[in-house]
């Protein structure tokens, strides 16, 4: 049986699997890390877990699982695993999330993907596939702020712009929906631009769609586009489980 855990700025997923099945699946605010939430009955083989939320969260995870008998290892990019080379120019700098999603991806198809998490923060990654060689590679992405770090962002550093709901509307006539709109459209831009210079470069690329955000972003997307689009929210859980269970 293993525990997996995925510590994200805002929110911490974590689940209880072994090779067949997903016994206990939850999350809970990252901010609560110091609460009781990994009491188990099942006897745990290893817990496998995800960091991108700093070392204090990681110091304090620590003393929460220290009555786990078991290994527990954090998860730090690599350069090359298996099947999967990390071209980031500094691969080790590569955010553990981002690396765990491009893995899980890569050992589940056979393709070029356009990985596309929609979360505190938005990450939107190229990986391409060799097929002479059976290696996928991470050739890059960009990073956004979310919807709640935009709507921060500009409420915090100008005077009138205030955090309020809005809703995608085009053209937009207030300006709650501008920033809404603003956020939603920016995302499908970089998107759009990631798929067409990958489908420049190679045949049968997917787009893999993920995060807290899915689908406030799938609605607005293309018809045309959407053909692509594969919706997988645990990304790097899946991730640690290969790792896992290698």
Known sequence: MFLLIDIGNTKTKWMLRDNRSIYKHDSFLTEDIDQDHFKFDEKIRKIVISNVAG?????????????????IE??????MYKHFLNGYQEPTKLGTDRWLSALSVSHDIKKPAVIVSVG????????????KKAQHTFEGGVILPGLHLSKNALSNNTADLKNSEGAFQMPPINTANAIQS???LSVLGNMKSFFEQASAKSKGVTIILSGGDTELIYQYMDEDLKKYISI??????????VLANS
């Open 232 to 241: 997988k929210k645990d990304l790097v859980l899946e991730g640690l489980f």
């Open 55 to 71: 070392f204090e969260k990681e110091a304090i995870l620590k003393i929460k699982l220290k009555n786990f008998s078991c290994p």
């Open 120 to 131: 505190t923060a938005v990450t939107i990654d190229y990986v391409s596939y060799d097929e």
């Open 182 to 184: 603003g956020f939603i």
């Open 74 to 79: 954090f998860i730090k990019p690599q350069k």
